[in-house]
C-alpha cells in the first residue's frame, strides 16, 4: 500500500491563500498520475487539478482554473496545491491520489481511475 502525508490545511479568511502539499513516502512518484480532489459532506468527490506523469503540465476544473496551481518536486517526490482568492466554496477536505501509467499517460480528474489516495486534509474558509 502506498503511503502518502498531506500536511499545510487550515482556517483562511475569504481572499487569502494556503498551499496542500503531498509527499510519497515509500514510492517515487516518477511514474504515477497526479491528481488532486475534494470533499464536502453530502457531495460527491470533486477533482480539481491533474497532472501526467513525466513533462505533463497541470489541468485544472473551471472552478479552480487561475486560482488554483499544481505542481511537483521531484527532489521532495511530493505535489503541492497552491491556492490563491479562496472563497468560501473551497472549504472542504482534499485529496491527493495517484496512480500508475506508463510514460506520456495523460491525466483525469476522475475519482475512479486513480488507486491510491492521502488521507485527505482539511481546508476550511471563514470570514
Known amino acids: 500500500q502506498l503511503q502518502f502525508v498531506e500536511s499545510g490545511g487550515g482556517v483562511v479568511q475569504p481572499g487569502g491563500s494556503l498551499t496542500v502539499s503531498c509527499r510519497a513516502s515509500?514510492?517515487?512518484?516518477?511514474?504515477?498520475?497526479m491528481a488532486w480532489f475534494r470533499q464536502v459532506p453530502g457531495k460527491e468527490r470533486e477533482g480539481i487539478a491533474c497532472?501526467?506523469?513525466?513533462?505533463?503540465?497541470?489541468d485544472y476544473a473551471d472552478s479552480v482554473k487561475a486560482r488554483f496551481t499544481m505542481s511537483r518536486s521531484y527532489a521532495e517526490n511530493t505535489i503541492y496545491l497552491q491556492m490563491n482568492d479562496l472563497q468560501l466554496e473551497d472549504t472542504a477536505v482534499y485529496y491527493c491520489a495517484v496512480k500508475w501509467a506508463s510514460p506520456q499517460s495523460i491525466c483525469s480528474m476522475q475519482s475512479a481511475d486513480y488507486d491510491y489516495w492521502g488521507q485527505g486534509i482539511r481546508v476550511t474558509v471563514a470570514s
Open positions: 497532472m501526467g506523469n513525466i513533462g505533463h503540465s497541470a
Open positions: 515509500d514510492f517515487t512518484l516518477d511514474y504515477y498520475l
